[in-house]
Every structure is written in C-alpha cells, then in structure tokens.
C-alpha cells in the first residue's frame, strides 16, 4: 500500500473496529495504549524495541516510560487534520506485537488523558494569555480554539465560547477527564460516590459533568457519538 493510503483518514470507529487493536483506545487526541511493564529496565527494553519498526520518524509516536509500564500515544498530524489514520492501525498492531514478544501485558483500562476548558465570553480575547503564561502553541489543525505543549507533555487546553459571563464576573475553568468507554459510567459513579453531584447529562454517554462540593467543574468524557 502506498504512503498515501496508509495516511488516509479514518474515524475513531473504524480504529476500533480494526483487527488487532484490542490493547488500544481513542481518547480524543490520539489512540493510547498501556503496557504494565513492572520495571523501568523492562520498559526501556520495549521501547528500545518499538524505535526499531518502520515509518517512527514520519508518525512520531509520543512515549511516556515510568518504574512500572510505558503509554504509547499515536497520532496523525497535518496541517489541516489530527485524528486516526490507517497507518496509525498498522502501527498500533506492530507495537502490540513488540509487547507480546516481550511478554508485557497491555491495559486498555489505565489510559486517560485531561483537557483544560477556559471559558469566556470572546475566546479570542483570553487566548494570548494562556498561551504566553503556559508556552504553549496554536493547534495546526483548530488555531482559534486549542492551545498544545509543543513538547506534547502538559494537557491540552480547548477555550469554549459563553453566552454569558458568570454572576460573580469571574471566568470560568473546568476540565474533560478522558477514559475509555468501558470506564466511564464506573468513573463518573465513584466521582459521585466521593461526594460530588451532577450537573447535566444530557449528552451522555459523550460526557457527563460534575461538580465537587464547592461547585468546581468537571467532565467525565468518552469518544462515543464523535465520528
């Protein structure tokens, strides 16, 4: 198959969907696995293993290696597009290979990754801030809405539009806590068991939003109903 093919876009259910991706889920920002790997040595074995396949410098996967298992995220990224595509499949199935020759089990249950969601009445007006104070970088593909850690190491921040500034005339800040959808409802039930309450759940199961007793703001996200 060509380049061209194997970057050809692809929706988040057409990634799962795919034969051999069972270790990996689509958070939003890219495809996640976790590998238990118990030790730091195992887990720079795996990674020494995974920088020897094919195609890394063109897809760039990012890789976080701690003293008990390494999160492979990978992602497709032009200008004008970040999602899934069919490389990304092929490259998801190589990497689980690698695990397994290792014996290094995957689970899909422990990847989540966060979003930070300023409010505010003109977004445009509030977006420079963040962006000096953090060093952070327009996203390439949705400039005017996202910022990103160009070293892709600190969660993304999404500014959201509001019709109305808050009572107080304070803004508003709350953040998405992304999980697989298998987690969700479990998550969401045990944040409301440890004393928080909901705010709405109309777009369930895409995501709920809850609030902590003093009114804090916060997401439980999936992907489901995103394509």
């Not at 996202?146 to 508003?172: I, K, Q, S």
């Not at 759940?201 to 394509?227: Q, S, Y």
């Amino acid at each position: 198959m060509s380049d061209q093919g194997m970057t050809e876009r692809i929706s988040i259910r057409q990634f799962h969907e795919a034969d051999g991706v069972e270790d990996w889920r689509v958070l939003s920002d890219g495809a996640c696995a976790y590998f238990r790997t118990g030790s730091f040595e195992a887990g720079t074995r795996l990674v020494q293993a995974i920088s020897g396949l094919d195609g890394l410098d063109d897809q760039r996967p990012a890789v976080d290696v701690r003293h008990d298992g390494v999160t492979v995220r990978l992602l497709t990224r032009t200008d004008d597009y970040w999602g899934m595509s069919k490389r990304d499949i092929e490259l998801a199935r190589q990497i689980s290979a690698v695990a397994r020759e290792q014996g290094v089990p995957a689970d899909p249950s422990a990847v989540q990754n966060l979003l930070v969601i300023p409010g505010a009445r003109v977004t445009a007006e509030v977006m420079p801030f963040w962006r000096a104070i953090l060093g952070y970088e327009p996203r390439s593909d949705s400039p005017d809405e996202d910022l990103v850690d160009p070293r892709g190491l600190g969660p993304g921040f999404w500014f959201e539009p509001m019709d109305e500034p808050r009572a107080d005339g304070l803004g508003a800040i709350h953040v998405a806590v992304r999980v697989p959808s298998e987690q969700a409802e479990a998550r969401v039930a045990a944040a409301l068991a440890a004393g928080g309450r909901l705010v709405r759940d109309d777009h369930a199961p895409a995501w709920w939003t809850l609030a902590d007793a003093a009114g804090n703001e916060a997401d439980g996200a999936t992907t489901m109903g995103r394509d």
